[in-house]
C-alpha cells in the first residue's frame, strides 16, 4: 500500500527532473573544485616563475597572474551563485 502511494507521488517525470538537478548540482560541484585546483597550481608555477627573473619581465608575470586570479575569482563566484541558486531555488522551491 505505501509503495502504490509513493509511485504516485514520485513518478517517472519526477524522477527524471529531480536527476536533471543534481546533475546540475554536481557539475556546479566539479567547476568549482576544478577551479580550487587551477588557482593551487596558477600560484605555485607563479611562484617559481618569478624567482631568478629580472624586475621587467617579473612586472609582467606578476601583471599577467592578477589577471588570471581576477578572472578565476569572477568564475569563482559565478558558479557559487549558480550553486546556491540550485540548491536553494530549485530544490527548496520546486
Known sequence: ??????????DPNCVAGYNR??????????AGAALAVATRT????GRASERGVDPNAAAVLMARRRAVSVFRHDMQHCVGVLREFFSRQVLEVG
Open 1 to 10: 500500500m505505501n509503495e502504490l502511494a509513493l509511485r504516485v507521488v514520485i
Open 21 to 30: 538537478v543534481f546533475r546540475l548540482l554536481l557539475m556546479t560541484h566539479r
Open 42 to 45: 596558477m600560484s605555485e608555477r
